[in-house]
C-alpha cells in the first residue's frame, strides 16, 4: 500500500507515525471479510498490519497463509503456516493449508506428516486423509496411499473425493481397470458429478475405447458446459472416431472458453493442416508458441507447414532452433535439407542429410551393441517439457486426473462455496467493478436518476457506479486508489459534515476495500442527513447482510477450532482466548436475529420510496430463500420478473425456489428462461431434475 490511513480518516485504523498503533480486531476482521470476498492482495494487507503489531497472534499469518494460497505464492504460504503453528500448535486448519502449500511444491514426505499431525487433533477431517493419500501417491509410495484411501472411502462411503483420488492412484500405478471402477462408484454416490464422468472418459479415450469415452465426455459437458478440458478430450475422441468436423468445434469451444490454452491450440493446428487449411494451422501454432516459446513439437509442426507453403527460410529457422535443442534428432536435419537444397543452397543440404545419416548409423550401431542413443536435449541437466521422441504424435489430450486435489480442497475459493451443489445467483450490490458475464449485458432496471442526484451533489464519478452481482476483487492499484479516495472524502466530510452524499461516496469506497463496518456506519450517517436516499437504504441492507454472512462462517469456523483444541487440550491458558467466539451470541444466533430485520427493513424502505426498484425485491427474496421463507421469496422474485420479464438472474433463482417448494414442473420452466436468457448452468440442473 502506498500511503497508510490516517487516524482521523477511519478514527480506530491506522497512523503513520513509526509507533502505530491500530485496532487489530478491526484490522482482523476487514481482512477476513477481504479474504471471504476473493480480494486476495487487499486481505494480505490488512494481516500485514496485523502482524506488525501483534507478531504473537497465530491467526493473521494462518489467514495470510490461505490468502497467498488463493495467489499461487505456495512457498508464502508454507511460510506463514510455519509461523501459524508456532504460535500454536493446535491449529488444525493451518496443517491443512500447509499440506496443500506442500504438495504444490512437490515436498510430498512433508505434506504427509501435516496430514497425520491434523489428523492426531481431528481424525474426522476427511479432506487431510484424502490429501495424506494424494501426498502419497505423489510420492510413489502407492502401497502406503492405497492403504490411507482404502481407509477413507471404507469410514466414508459416501465421500465422492475418496473414489476420485484412488482413481488417480490406480492411474499412477497403470491399473486403469481398477480406476474406471472408481470412477463407476463416485458416479454411483453422485451421478451428476461431471469430473468423474470427465475422469472416466479420459480413462476410456487412454485405453483407445471411444465409443465408452464418448458418452461420457458428452454427460460431463452437459453437466459443466464450461470446462474447456472437457472439449479437448472430446475433440481427441472425435478425431479416433474420423469426426473432424466434430474435433474442429470442440477445439474451437474449447478456446472460446480459455484463450490461453496452448494445448486447444496445438490440437487445432493439428487439424487444420489434416484439412488442408494451412495458413490458419501456421496461426495456430504461431498462438501455442506465444504462449509457450519452448514448445519444440509445435515449432517442428509449423517448420513443415511453412515449407508446405513455400517459406523455406522460415523453415529453416524452425528446423535449426530445433537442432541446436535436440541435436541428435534426424527429422530435422531431412527436413533443413529439403527446405535449403530449394533455396538453393545445396551445400547446406548435403551437409544435413549426411550429418543425419552419420547419426542414424551411429544409433544402429548403438543398438546392435545394446547401447541407446536418446533423442536428448542439448541441456541435459533439465528435464524438458516436450519429448521429441513422440514429434510424429498428433493431437494430445487434456490429463484429467492430473489435478483432483483441486476439486474438493477447502482451502482454495470461497468459504461460503463449500458443499453447496446447487448454488442461486448472488445478491446485487454497488460497485464500480464487475466481472464479464458470457452474452450482452442487461441492466435490469435504469437507476441513473439516483446517480445524477449524487453527481448534483459534487461527488465525482458516480455516474460509473453499477448495480452488479458480478463480483470482482480489486487490484493493487484500484486498493490504493479507493484508500485515497478515502482520505480525500473525509477531508472534504471535515469541511462540509452535513453532506449525505458525501459519506454516501465514502462508503463505496470502504465496502469497496471491505471494511463493512465503517462503510455501515457512513451509510447511516447519510440517512440520518437525507433520509430519502434509495441508494444509501440499498446498500446498506446488502453491506448487513455481507457482515452477517462473513460473521457466521468465521464464528463457525472457531468454534469448529475450538472444539478441536478442547479435545486435545485439559489446559486453561490464555491461547484459548483465540477460540472464544465473540460478541456474545452463538453461531447462527445473529444471523436469524435482530440483523436479518434491519436487513429487511432497509430492502422495505427501498420499496417504499421507490416501487419499482427491482433490485430490492431480488435481493430481498435471496435472503428469504436462504431463511427458507420460498413462499414469500417467490412473491417478490415474481414482482421483479413483472417489472422486467428479461431478469435472467430471478428466473433462475425463482425456478430453484420452485424446486424447493416441491413443484418441480414450474422451476424447471423457469430454468429454461433463465437458460435460454444466458445463464447457461440452468440446463446443468434442468437435467439433474428432468431424470
Not at 482520505?487 to 469541511?495: H, N, T, V
Not at 470502504?510 to 462503510?519: E, K, N, R
Not at 478442547?566 to 435482530?594: H, L, M, P, R, V
Amino acid at each position: 500500500m502506498k500511503q497508510l490511513i490516517s487516524i482521523a480518516i477511519l478514527s480506530i485504523f491506522f497512523i503513520t507515525s513509526a509507533v502505530a498503533q491500530i485496532n487489530t480486531d478491526r484490522m482482523m476482521a476487514v481482512g477476513k471479510n477481504a479474504l471471504y470476498f476473493e480480494d486476495y492482495v487487499l486481505s494480505i494487507q490488512y494481516f500485514n498490519q496485523v502482524i506488525k503489531t501483534k507478531p504473537y497472534l497465530a491467526e493473521p499469518f494462518f489467514y495470510r497463509a490461505a490468502a497467498k494460497l488463493n495467489l499461487d505464492d505456495y512457498a508464502g504460504a508454507e511460510e506463514d503456516c510455519t509461523k501459524a503453528l508456532e504460535r500454536n500448535n493446535f491449529l488444525v486448519r493451518a496443517y491443512l493449508c500447509r499440506s496443500y502449500a506442500r504438495m504444490s511444491l512437490r515436498k510430498y514426505e512433508e505434506a504427509v506428516a501435516d496430514c497425520q499431525k491434523g489428523l492426531e487433533f481431528d481424525v474426522e477431517n476427511q479432506i487431510l486423509m484424502l490429501n495424506k493419500g494424494l501426498s502419497q501417491t505423489y510420492a510413489k509410495k502407492y502401497s502406503d496411499a492405497l492403504a490411507s484411501l482404502n481407509d477413507l472411502v471404507r469410514r466414508y462411503p459416501s465421500f465422492v473425493n475418496g473414489y476420485m483420488c484412488r482413481a488417480q492412484l490406480y492411474v499412477e500405478k497403470g491399473d486403469t481397470l481398477a480406476a474406471v471402477d472408481d470412477f463407476s462408484r463416485a458416479l454411483s454416490v453422485d451421478r451428476f458429478y461431471a469430473p468423474a464422468r470427465a475422469g472416466r472418459g479420459w480413462l476410456y479415450l487412454a485405453m483407445k475405447d471411444f465409443s465408452n469415452a464418448l458418452p461420457d465426455l458428452d454427460e460431463a459437458i452437459r453437466l459443466d458446459p464450461e470446462n474447456p478440458s472437457y472439449y479437448i478430450n472430446r475433440g481427441l475422441t472425435h478425431f479416433n472416431l474420423n469426426d473432424l468436423r466434430g474435433t474442429l468445434n470442440d477445439f474451437d469451444r474449447s478456446i472460446s472458453l480459455d484463450p490461453n490454452s496452448s494445448l486447444a491450440y496445438f490440437n487445432r493446428g493439428i487439424i487444420r493442416s489434416q484439412v488442408g487449411d494451412i495458413n490458419r494451422a501456421i496461426e495456430d501454432f504461431d498462438k501455442v508458441l506465444f504462449l509457450e516459446p519452448n514448445n519444440y513439437m509445435a515449432i517442428y509442426n509449423r517448420g513443415l507447414l511453412k515449407q508446405n507453403v513455400g517459406d523455406h527460410r522460415g523453415a529453416i529457422i524452425d528446423f535449426t532452433s530445433i537442432i541446436t535443442e535436440y541435436p541428435n534428432f534426424t527429422p530435422a536435419y531431412y527436413q533443413r535439407s529439403e527446405a535449403r537444397k530449394k533455396m538453393g543452397d545445396a551445400k547446406g543440404a548435403d551437409k544435413d542429410y549426411f550429418t543425419a545419416w552419420n547419426i542414424e548409423d551411429k544409433m544402429k550401431q548403438d543398438r546392435a551393441n545394446n547401447k541407446v542413443t536418446k533423442v536428448a536435449a542439448s541441456d541435459t541437466t533439465e528435464e524438458k517439457k516436450h519429448d521429441m521422441t513422440n514429434y510424429n504424435k498428433f493431437i494430445v489430450a487434456e490429463t484429467e486426473n492430473s489435478g483432483a486435489n483441486k476439486y474438493q480442497n477447502p482451502m482454495r475459493g470461497r468459504v461460503q462455496d463449500r458443499n453447496i451443489e446447487i448454488q442461486m445467483e448472488d445478491l446485487f450490490f454497488i460497485t464500480f467493478y464487475e466481472k464479464s458475464r458470457p452474452g450482452p449485458v442487461r441492466r435490469v432496471m435504469d437507476y441513473s436518476k439516483y446517480l445524477s442526484e449524487l453527481s448534483d451533489s459534487g461527488v465525482k464519478d458516480m455516474q460509473k457506479l453499477r448495480i452488479s452481482n458480478q463480483d470482482k476483487a480489486l487490484t493493487t492499484e484500484q486498493a490504493d486508489f479507493h484508500f485515497n479516495s478515502i482520505d480525500e472524502y473525509s477531508s472534504r466530510i471535515g469541511q462540509n459534515p452535513d453532506i449525505a452524499a458525501l459519506f454516501f461516496a465514502r462508503s463505496i469506497d470502504f465496502a469497496l476495500v471491505q471494511d463493512l463496518s465503517s462503510a455501515i456506519d457512513d451509510l447511516s450517517r447519510a440517512l440520518q442527513l437525507n433520509d430519502k436516499m434509495v441508494l444509501a437504504y440499498f446498500e446498506r441492507a446488502n453491506l448487513r447482510f455481507k457482515k452477517i454472512n462473513v460473521e457466521y462462517t468465521n464464528n463457525k469456523i472457531i468454534k469448529e477450532q475450538r472444539n478441536v483444541f478442547s479435545k486435545n487440550s485439559n489446559q486453561e491458558s490464555s491461547d484459548a482466548e483465540e477460540f472464544s467466539i465473540t460478541n456474545g451470541y452463538s453461531i447462527g444466533e445473529k444471523a436469524f436475529g435482530t440483523d436479518y430485520e434491519l436487513v429487511m427493513r432497509d430492502y422495505d424502505q427501498v420499496l417504499k420510496l421507490d416501487p419499482h426498484f427491482i433490485y430490492a425485491y431480488y435481493n430481498r427474496a435471496n435472503i428469504r430463500c436462504i431463511q427458507r421463507d420460498y413462499r414469500n421469496a417467490l412473491i417478490d422474485y415474481t414482482k421483479a420478473l413483472e417489472l422486467n420479464p428479461e431478469f435472467e438472474d430471478a428466473w433462475f433463482n425463482r425456478g430453484i425456489a420452485q424446486i424447493n417448494l416441491g413443484d418441480r414442473e414450474k422451476g424447471l420452466n423457469d430454468l429454461r428462461m433463465a437458460g435460454q436468457l444466458g445463464i447457461y448452468k440452468a440446463y446443468n440442473i434442468i437435467k439433474r431434475f428432468a431424470e
